[in-house]
């Protein structure tokens, strides 16, 4: 059972925008999507705020095709704009973290060298392009004590932010509604507020499944993204409802 109190406490702490930026329709902003369960909460609660543009990454990390997944079905559900998708094989090439062809166990193993930066780069150049002044990513309050991935906090951002203005002449505000938050709170919200968890994905791994149509996949189950997803659940009594996802391989996206 969630706590009203709870969500009443969680809610306070969600960080608003100004609703003068509205005054001419929704801004538009572009969503870092991932698919992970911080970057969908983070997107699903600005939904009618701004029009989202979803961006994701592919770096040939391990979990990119249940990820794309979930994406492509939170863009359906949810009717965000069409998703564009940056690759890159810089990180398979030289075998670094999640995109490195070893299972990912903990956050030392899934340590991927500047990944942040790395992602806040294309997003600045495409709401250069659209038109957009902002970029929302999934960043909560468990990564503020992170010490071995350090790029993804309110300071990091911050000066993501500050910097953008030399990048592409403009100001792109990198925000996330839910960076007070920690997981269990994002879990909490999100079932008061009856978003699907079900379409999204933690797992640096990806684990297949064989013999079906189309390539199922599953959580490992044993990563320190799942240990921590399962315990988040399992702590506000709450069962996980993403078993596995489908990849569609008739998918419609275009590359930047």
């Given at each position: 059972m969630l706590?009203?109190?709870?969500?009443?406490?969680?809610?306070?702490?969600?960080?608003?925008?100004?609703?003068?930026?509205?005054?001419?329709?929704?801004?538009?902003?572009?969503?870092?999507?991932?698919?992970?369960?911080?970057?969908?909460?983070?997107?699903?609660?600005?939904?009618?705020?701004?029009?989202?543009?979803?961006?994701?990454?592919?770096?040939?990390?391990?979990?990119?095709?249940?990820?794309?997944?979930?994406?492509?079905?939170q863009i359906e559900l949810y009717d965000?704009?069409?998703?564009v998708i940056f690759e890159s094989s810089i990180y398979k090439t030289l075998q670094m973290g999640l995109s490195s062809d070893h299972d990912d166990i903990d956050d030392k193993d899934a340590f991927?060298?500047?990944?942040?930066?790395?992602?806040?780069?294309?997003?600045?150049?495409?709401?250069?392009?659209?038109?957009?002044?902002?970029?929302?990513?999934?960043?909560?309050?468990?990564?503020?004590?992170?010490?071995?991935?350090?790029?993804?906090?309110?300071?990091?951002?911050?000066?993501?932010?500050?910097?953008?203005?030399?990048?592409?002449?403009?100001?792109?505000?990198?925000?996330?509604?839910?960076?007070?938050?920690?997981?269990?709170?994002?879990?909490?919200l999100g079932l008061d507020k009856k978003f699907d968890f079900s379409l999204t994905w933690s797992c640096f791994n990806a684990v297949v499944e064989s013999g079906k149509v189309h390539e199922d996949y599953k959580p490992c189950g044993v990563c320190a993204n799942c240990v921590e997803r399962n315990y988040s659940f399992e702590v506000i009594g709450e069962s996980d409802p993403a078993k596995s996802i489908r990849y569609k391989k008739e998918t419609n996206f275009k590359y930047l």
């Open positions: 706590e009203s109190q709870n969500i009443t406490d969680i809610e306070l702490q969600i960080k608003k925008y100004p609703n003068f930026l509205k005054e001419n329709g929704k801004p538009k902003a572009v969503s870092l999507l991932s698919g992970g369960l911080d970057s969908s909460m983070a997107t699903f609660l600005l939904k009618e705020d701004f029009e989202i543009y979803p961006l994701m990454i592919d770096y040939k990390q391990k979990s990119f095709k249940p990820e794309l997944a979930c994406v492509v079905n965000y704009k069409e998703l991927t060298p500047a990944r942040n930066i790395f992602f806040a780069v294309p997003a600045m150049i495409y709401a250069k392009y659209i038109g957009a002044k902002y970029v929302i990513r999934g960043t909560i309050q468990n990564d503020q004590s992170n010490k071995i991935i350090r790029d993804n906090n309110e300071i990091f951002w911050n000066k993501v932010t500050d910097i953008s203005n030399y990048c592409v002449n403009d100001s792109i505000q990198f925000i996330s509604p839910i960076s007070s938050l920690s997981k269990r709170d994002v879990i909490v």
